[in-house]
């Protein structure tokens, strides 16, 4: 289990970074926290012609909070966002998933940014980014764009940034008052993708739900004013539009079956702890 | 940093258990190699190679990271350590890799050294963890002989006796 | 392991103290020596080989033109250059079965080797693999063991005919009469997947030819038994002299796995011949997971015959046997390792057994901790819930009942074995109490009045220690074990040595992974010679041309404990014994009136008349001429050692499998999420009386990790296939494995202690118990919860749940279609949909039909040639996200109805796998354009398949709309569609569209 040969380039700036993929487009490999991307490329898997490693460039590097906005930069890890001392009072949704992701020895490395762009369908930021609305910044050497998060993943391990763009920011909105946020999952193991994935936002009778590893990226709801019957009447409706898929870790209908049940349940938990 | 090509090697220099050291590496020359293949450091051992044993875990600058998902050319200007630093210049076993032999904590031994790395690290950012918070910290490493809770028991043990230690350093009698 | 656990030990003596590790420091310091940790030759090649993405295929052609071109390739090996220099690798019973090591031409599962690429280093051996070029024509594949035994099954080997290997029909006593007269019988099928314990460290063979001498000189780790050295010399042709082969320092687990990487030694000596150079390999864990070793699966009919009260008078069982492509040496052993305790530790007098061994399209089996008990144990323990239940009794009343009475050891089962001593009674008495049985049925009756779903399971279980050697030959008709001659024993080897200043070394056979054989040794010396474990230095390397070793040595089947001590038990007390004689010239006491104490050799009454351990020692090698008359200079005693208690199979087919056999009760209580189906094992109890205890700290962690290994077996392990024979679970992804916060708590009874009479130190073996017990223990919690009799392992909550959920909630009245997918026969993708072309029929017809169009809609596609009328081959990058690779796609074009449909079906072949399949397209006319609907069946093989498969529905669906959209793109953009939301919502609705 050795990579297949590609050169290097240990980008040492944005613009470094950001002129080598728009020279190599396709050819090139944005390698942040390298998580997923080295173990595709050491299973060659993946096999690219040239990796631009963003790991040093310290400007990317940076959690802030901003207007209502809390924005990671392409180069932060998991672990430093964990770390972040405001994270429970202004993302308590993000303090509640981010230790579901991997291990204390991945998350050490591995990027919020480079989780989002990798678009597992499993994965617990993605779910984040899309119950929470935020954004992700795209840059490429010719100019920079900000997209939504349902603008930004577009199937599974697929998103809608060009070969040419580095994804530098992620934005998550600073919870609101009065928004009750949960999330739970259920996985085989500790730190395993999850099999089904559920974040809510509650506020008032506004319930915003999203759900991972069912179809090819998060899905999102909002409903409002729903009865407790009406919920589970909605619940079930969101099961089957997605679907579900069979792997030899469970089947359509048990996804399905942990969307009505899971999904019921954090909902009341987003409900009740409401601030 | 100018761009490596394939194929050829380039210079690599580092501070591996607080030395000094150079060797060379492609660009796709995987940093657990590079330690046990070019520098001889063959402590650190190669157990999946993606990420998900453990058994490679050193800590780069300091952070615990798995050796089989970086570059060589990654840890260029870093620093490494590895389970062959931990016990102290004159041989004793650090608190932790004594607590393991103390509980019988490891058979094998292939999984140790991703163990040790792992639980250095964990314990220094949680000087009194709970039994749960070590098997959380735990669960990016898998053993196969010991069923985990000598290690479980190895690491409360050694976190207590860190504590008295520091205890005794900062109230000397 | 508690530091101040109190044990019961002779004083002043180190056997039976939790004695700390004399392996520890190095490990702990990250300076083991395991193979890969080795200086290595400067001109050693390091090998990597490439594996069938097949399940079965013929081998058309192998072309390694490419791959020999490339710089630092040495050579690329394949079966045809083995064959000339090897002989089909032996089992224990005559068959026409040509294996090798490598496909010679037909692979006959997933990851079999087809070739070996030998490089400057082990990056350009996989450069090399991508580059090797192989031709296969795939054939049928069966999985099931008992579906290959049918008439329509595709034959792995057409030279043996059948998929039925071997089949035996064993009756002990009279189980037809039993069955007639009973008053009850009760008849259950049980299922036990494959699964394996996946050491830390993986295969690892250094081979290296030696021209001169002839002689192939191997260091690797495997781990015995040696008898199957002698398969490899016969494999290579060679003398067993002329094959060298030694053993490391360190092996990092193997828990019988590394018994089966003998055909890579096979394989790795040819390349070092044929290359001229040291070959190294190192099995990577992508290769590990598909191809290393699995334990059989298993189906079982069993037949309980029983009365009133429970009481079983015979049993019957029909076992169909999955050793996967081939078999390998000793397989099928662990079917036939168990058959003495057909009847487990039960008084059962009739006994009737019937083992079809079945060949199938998967990996070949090999030993895994527990070897064949896990799947004996797992039927007769369900039967005995079953017959609790049939009859309204307590299942632990029924187990007291049945098991064999106190007082009666040594004990006969029906099938032979010698059951040596236990009281099983007061072991579970012992474990009822000190588990807190009681407190669990409280716990159980508050959470079923809450509406949990709570269960109590039970499962005891006799463990063997120390197979005999002849079990194997069990299987052979009586006739042809007369013509074979006798096969029995078990011999163990080692050597006590003193040398000039007193110091004591210890060399063994035991060939340990981190059991911690050298500290036992130890503690056995030092107690005999009256010193401490850390004077005595214990060597288990192994050298077969410098060792004392026979074909049973080796670590396997728990034979350390009994077997190995007692060697080295022996060989202490004879040299303590020539010593005792030396010294008791110069104390003038008798030899048995001398005693060895603190390192002085003295007078047991008078302590003070005394010398010193080393001088007495080196008197033997400064003057031999001062030793007692007749004496042999030096101090070196080398032992063999055997038990005469394994005797040959006899001629009714009863054999004494093992020599010492413990006792293992377990109980536990489980709780099962209603919503979730997660198992959670809320309370755990295990007993295991292994004899005497030589270590507890030692014999605790053997305990534990046999715990861990069963949860992995009961929740999370399984090998999976598809029915279309693709394998599944190729990571450590897919391959679960319980990390830490998976364990539950174990409460760890100690029971008294039943030590063995046929064994030195009365040691047994304790290392395998919980795989017998922990599966078939929590399957009996599980059936109690949910009042259910199929229970199959692993418990995963996706299956539990599906046994609890009720019918599933239909879609809601207002949703017109549901794509919930069609459930998945293994790696099959089948699927299909319908999308809108904004140009006629027959324009898409004229699209689909021009080789530039569809070389320009293919996503990916680099080259497309016309290969004849109707066919098409084609270069194609293929993937999605960063996971890519290229293929070779043959596709054919055929039903073609001109403007309505087109069927399709080829391959496709690269290395990250193959794909083959077919599909339909319809044609419609609608609103100006065309309405296109497809389906396609396509079976997905290989490392994409192993390690991908989670990802690869959604993989087709993308691909599949970008085909769409780029056909869309290509018959003039949206012009003319009715709007364009309207395909763009069409394909959102199909997931294929952002």
Redesign the interface.
């Known amino acids: 289990?050795?990579?297949?040969?590609?050169?290097?380039?240990?980008?040492?700036s944005p613009d470094e970074a950001l002129d080598?993929l728009g020279r190599h487009g396709e050819d090139a490999r944005v390698l942040a926290g390298?998580?997923s991307l080295?173990?595709m490329?050491?299973?060659r898997l993946a096999s690219q012609q040239?990796?631009i490693?963003i790991?040093?460039i310290e400007p990317w590097r940076y959690v802030r909070a901003d207007g209502g906005v809390i924005e990671v930069g392409a180069g932060t890890t998991q672990?430093e966002l964990l770390a972040w001392p405001d994270l429970a009072a202004k993302a308590p949704l993000l303090a509640k998933a981010l230790?579901h992701v991997?291990?204390?020895?991945?998350r050490?490395?591995g990027t919020v940014c480079g989780s989002l762009c990798h678009a597992d369908p499993s994965s617990e930021l993605p779910l984040c980014l899309a119950v929470l609305g935020g954004e992700v910044v795209l840059k490429s050497a010719k100019g920079s764009r900000t997209l939504a998060a349902k603008d930004f993943q577009t199937g599974m391990l697929s998103t809608a940034r060009k070969p040419d763009e580095i994804a530098v920011a992620a934005r998550f909105p600073v919870a609101r008052a009065g928004t009750g946020y949960a999330f739970e999952e259920v996985t085989r193991?500790?730190?395993d993708f999850a099999i089904v994935a559920v974040a809510a936002a509650v506020s008032g009778p506004s319930v915003r739900v999203a759900v991972g590893g069912v179809a090819d990226r998060p899905m999102v709801r909002e409903w409002t004013g729903l009865t407790e019957a009406d919920m589970a009447d909605a619940l079930n409706g969101l099961a089957w539009e997605m679907g579900g898929f069979d792997d030899i870790h469970a089947t359509a209908r048990y996804r399905r079956e942990l969307v009505r049940r899971i999904g019921a349940r954090v909902i009341e938990e987003a409900r009740t702890c409401r601030s | 940093?100018p761009?490596?090509?394939?194929?050829t090697l380039h210079p690599i220099s580092l501070v591996v258990d607080g030395v000094e050291v150079t060797g060379h590496a492609?660009?796709?020359?995987?940093l657990v190699?590079f330690l046990?293949r070019v520098l001889g450091?063959?402590?650190?051992?190669?157990?999946?190679?993606?990420?998900?044993?453990?058994?490679c875990?050193i800590r780069?600058d300091g952070?615990?990271?798995?050796a089989?998902?970086?570059?060589a050319?990654?840890a260029?200007g870093r620093r490494v350590d590895?389970?062959?630093g931990?016990?102290s210049a004159d041989g004793a076993?650090s608190v932790l890799?004594d607590a393991?032999?103390?509980?019988?904590a490891?058979?094998?031994?292939?999984?140790?050294?991703g163990m040790?790395m792992?639980l250095q690290?964990?314990l220094e950012d949680n000087p009194d963890p709970t039994k749960?918070q070590?098997?959380?910290?735990?669960?990016?490493?898998?053993?196969?002989?010991?069923?985990?809770?000598?290690?479980?028991?190895a690491t409360l043990d050694a976190a207590a006796r860190l504590r008295n230690q520091d205890q005794a350093a900062t109230n000397p009698t | 392991?508690s530091?101040t656990k109190e044990t019961s030990v002779a004083e002043g003596k180190y056997v039976g103290r939790?004695v700390?590790?004399v392996?520890?420091?190095p490990?702990?310091?990250?300076?083991?020596q395991?193979i890969?940790?080795l200086p290595e030759k400067p001109t050693t090649l390091h090998a990597a080989i490439l594996r069938s993405p097949h399940p079965h295929a013929e081998i058309m052609a192998i072309d390694a033109g490419e791959a020999l071109a490339l710089p630092g390739v040495h050579a690329v090996i394949t079966g045809q250059d083995i064959k000339p220099l090897t002989t089909p690798l032996i089992v224990g019973f005559k068959n026409e079965m040509d294996y090798r090591g490598i496909a010679l031409d037909r692979v006959r599962y997933v990851g079999e080797p087809v070739a070996i690429a030998c490089a400057a280093d082990r990056?350009k051996a996989e450069d090399a693999l991508d580059l090797i070029k192989v031709t296969y024509k795939p054939l049928p594949a069966v999985v099931d063991p008992v579906e290959a035994a049918g008439d329509d099954a595709p034959v792995l080997h057409p030279e043996q005919g059948s998929n039925v290997v071997s089949r035996r029909v064993f009756t002990h006593g009279a189980p037809d009469g039993a069955f007639a007269g009973a008053p009850h019988t009760a008849e259950m099928t049980v299922r036990y997947p494959r699964n394996a314990?996946?050491?830390?460290?993986t295969y690892a063979i250094v081979a290296e030819y030696l021209e001169d001498s002839a002689m192939y000189d191997v260091i690797s780790n495997f781990q015995g038994p040696f008898s199957v050295h002698t398969v490899m010399a016969l494999g290579l042709k060679t003398a067993t002299g002329k094959l060298r082969h030694r053993s490391p320092v360190?092996?990092?687990?193997s828990?019988g796995s590394k018994l089966t990487i003998f055909p890579y030694v096979v394989l790795m000596c040819v390349a070092a011949r044929l290359t001229g150079r040291p070959v190294k390999w190192?099995e990577?864990?992508?290769e590990n997971l598909s191809a290393a070793n699995s334990a059989p699966n298993r189906v079982t009919t069993v037949e309980a015959a029983f009365d009133d009260d429970g009481m079983v008078s015979a049993l019957r069982f029909e076992n169909w046997d999955d050793h996967g492509a081939y078999l390998r040496a000793p397989m099928p052993a662990p079917i036939y390792r168990m058959h003495g305790l057909s009847t487990n530790g039960y008084t059962i007098p009739n006994l009737e057994v019937t083992n079809h061994i079945m060949v199938t399209n998967k990996c070949p089996t090999g030993a895994v901790r527990g070897f064949g008990g896990p799947q004996l144990y797992f039927a007769i323990e369900r039967m005995m819930q079953k017959i609790a239940l049939t009859l309204g009794l307590d299942p632990l009343d029924v187990i007291r009942r049945n098991l064999i009475p106190a007082g009666s050891f040594p004990h006969r089962t029906a099938a032979g074995a010698l059951l040596d001593s236990g009281d099983y009674q007061k072991t579970i008495a012992e474990t009822v109490a000190g588990g807190g049985l009681d407190e669990l049925k409280r716990r159980r009756d508050a959470a079923r009045a809450e509406g949990r779903l709570y269960g109590i399971g039970y499962a005891t279980a006799v463990e063997p220690s120390q197979s005999n050697m002849g079990y194997i030959s069990t299987l052979k008709t009586g006739k042809e074990r007369e013509e074979a001659g006798p096969k029995d024993g078990a011999v163990a080897s080692a050597q006590v040595m003193v040398d000039a200043l007193g110091s004591v070394t210890v060399v063994g056979d035991s060939v340990p992974?981190?059991?911690?054989h050298q500290t036992t040794l130890a503690q056995i010396v030092a107690d005999e010679l009256g010193l401490r474990p850390e004077d005595i230095t214990v060597n288990l390397e192994t050298d077969t041309h410098k060792d004392g070793w026979s074909i049973a040595a080796g670590n396997y089947a728990c034979r350390f404990a009994p077997a190995a001590t007692s060697a080295v038990h022996v060989a202490a007390v004879r040299v303590r014994d020539k010593l005792a004689r030396i010294a008791s010239q110069n104390l003038n006491v008798a030899p048995e009136d001398v005693e060895f104490k603190d390192a002085m050799i003295r007078a047991r009454d008078n302590p003070q008349n005394a010398l010193p351990f080393y001088r007495v020692g080196g008197l033997a090698h400064w003057s031999p001429l001062s030793l007692p008359e007749g004496m042999e200079s030096g101090v070196r005693e080398a032992v063999s050692w055997n038990a005469p208690e394994l005797t040959p199979t006899n001629a009714n087919d009863e054999i004494n499998t093992s020599l010492a056999y413990g006792f293992a009760f377990d109980f536990c209580g489980v709780d099962i999420n209603r919503d979730t189906g997660t198992v959670r094992i809320d309370h755990y109890v295990t007993a295991h009386d292994c004899g005497t205890i030589l270590n507890p700290?030692?014999a605790?962690?053997q305990i534990?990790?046999?715990?861990?290994?069963a949860i992995g077996a009961t929740l999370f392990e399984e090998f999976v296939y598809g029915e279309d024979g693709s394998f599944l679970t190729g990571?450590?992804?897919d391959y679960l494995?319980p990390?830490?916060?998976e364990?539950p708590?174990?409460s760890l009874i100690e029971p008294t202690v039943h030590p063995s009479p046929f064994t030195r130190l009365g040691a047994k073996g304790i290392a395998e118990g919980n795989q017998f017990t922990t599966p078939v223990c929590i399957a009996n919690a599980v059936a109690d919860a949910l009042g259910r009799e199929d229970i199959t392992i692993p418990l995963t909550p996706s299956k539990v749940a599906g046994w609890i959920h009720p019918e599933e909630a239909p879609p809601p009245s207002d949703m017109p279609t549901v794509k919930a997918p069609p459930p998945r026969k293994g790696r099959a993708l089948s699927g299909g949909g319908e999308t809108f072309v904004p140009v006629p029929p027959a324009e898409v017809w004229r699209l689909l039909l021009d080789p530039r169009t569809l070389a320009q809609v293919i996503p990916g596609c680099h080259e497309l040639e016309q290969t004849g009328e109707n066919a098409y081959r084609a270069v194609v990058d293929a993937g999605v996200g960063p996971v890519r690779g290229r293929f070779e796609a043959n596709i054919r074009l055929s039903d073609l109805v001109e403007g309505e449909s087109i069927g399709l079906s080829g391959e496709m072949l690269g290395p990250l796998g193959s794909s083959s399949g077919g599909g339909t397209v319809r044609l419609a006319a609608r609103d100006g354009g065309t309405a296109v609907g497809y389906r396609y069946d396509v079976h997905v093989a290989g490392k994409v398949a192993a390690v991908g498969g989670r990802m690869l529905d959604g993989a087709a669906r993308i691909l599949i709309g970008q085909f769409f959209e780029a056909l869309i793109r290509q018959a003039g953009g949206g012009q003319g569609a009715p709007t364009e939301g309207w395909w763009r919502r069409l394909l959102k609705a199909m997931g294929l569209a952002p």
């Open positions: 289990m050795k990579p297949a040969e590609f050169d290097y380039l240990g980008a040492e080598a390298g998580q080295m173990a490329l050491n299973m040239i990796l490693d790991g040093r672990a230790p991997g291990h204390l020895q991945t050490s490395r193991r500790h730190g | 940093m761009l490596l090509k394939r194929g492609e660009p796709r020359m995987l190699d046990r450091a063959t402590g650190t051992h190669v157990g999946c190679e993606h990420g998900i044993c453990g058994a875990t780069l952070e615990p990271a798995r089989c998902l970086l570059l050319v990654q260029d590895t389970v062959e931990l016990a076993l890799q393991f032999h103390r509980h019988f490891l058979q094998c031994g292939f999984c140790t050294p040790l792992t690290g964990f749960d070590v098997r959380a910290a735990l669960s990016g490493n898998i053993c196969r002989c010991t069923g985990y809770s000598e290690i479980v028991d | 392991m530091e939790p700390l590790r392996e520890d420091g490990l702990l310091r990250g300076r083991g395991f890969d940790d990056y314990l996946t050491p830390m460290e360190n092996s990092g687990g828990f190192i990577d864990r992508l992974q981190g059991q911690g700290g030692l605790e962690g534990r990790g046999s715990f861990a290994a990571t450590y992804a494995v990390t830490a916060p364990m708590e174990l």
